[in-house]
């Protein structure tokens, strides 16, 4: 019954490290979207995507880039982890353009040490 | 983009009780919103939606009330179970500004036998 699936439920990465985070969907949804959860913060849009190649930066992209080479997957890259970006990360997907509710995944919880 | 908030971080209820939580947002272009639960551990769930054009829509156990005068959203919820303990966000999508939706810091509602 899973939907959007996040590859690892935890990761514990050292700083410098180059860090991939994998998120596939079956929903055939168009839009794609990777968010970072901190308490007191909430959700902070880092990056989403409405087609297969392409992307658009969201509120705190500094540090991420993406890759969305087919519709199911989007992938989070952390060129080169800090501590700083120890954090819960949610995939998210929905069907089309705009007023439409998201799918998350069950998140990636990655430590940086 | 403006940010939805949230009146309590909080809200601690008895089993059986009503609880309500509380949404302010200050975006008058919005016209979506959406309720998620988060139990720990997991991504957001949906729970309900609402489009600008009405002010009450219910669900199981669940009401969703706008008021786009002074700009508020509320989710209620009906013979609170220990179960419904969870961290509730509200989301708010603005017309045409494209496919992200804009997060609540949250609310933990405590469910007390």
């Known amino acids: 019954d899973v939907k959007v699936t996040q590859s690892s439920r935890y990761l514990v990465k050292r700083t410098g490290e180059k860090v991939f985070l994998e998120c596939v969907q079956d929903m055939d949804h168009e839009n794609m979207f990777w968010y970072r959860q901190d308490p007191g913060l909430g959700l902070r849009l880092i990056y989403f995507s409405y087609d297969v190649k392409m992307k658009e930066k969201g509120d705190i992209p500094e540090g991420y880039s993406v890759s969305r080479e087919k519709k199911e997957r989007f992938s989070l890259i952390l060129e080169s982890a800090s501590t700083n970006q120890t954090s819960m990360y949610l995939c998210?997907?929905?069907?089309?353009?705009?007023?439409?509710?998201?799918?998350f995944g069950s998140g990636t919880r990655l430590t940086v040490v | 983009g403006e940010s939805v908030g949230l009146h309590l971080p909080t809200l601690s209820v008895q089993e059986g009780d009503n609880s309500i939580i509380n949404c302010a947002y200050s975006n008058s272009a919005s016209d979506y919103f959406i309720w998620y639960k988060q139990e720990s551990g997991k991504g957001p769930q949906f729970i309900i939606d609402i489009r600008s054009n009405m002010d009450k829509r219910q669900g199981q156990r669940v009401t969703v009330l706008l008021n786009k005068t002074v700009k508020h959203l509320s989710l209620q919820i009906a013979a609170t179970q220990p179960g419904d303990s969870a961290v509730y966000f509200c989301?708010?999508?603005?017309?045409?500004?494209?496919?992200?939706?804009?997060f609540g810091k949250g609310t933990s509602l405590l469910v007390t036998p």
């Open positions: 989301a708010e999508n603005i017309s045409n500004s494209g496919y992200a939706l804009n």
């Open positions: 998210a997907s929905s069907p089309g353009y705009g007023s439409e509710g998201y799918t």
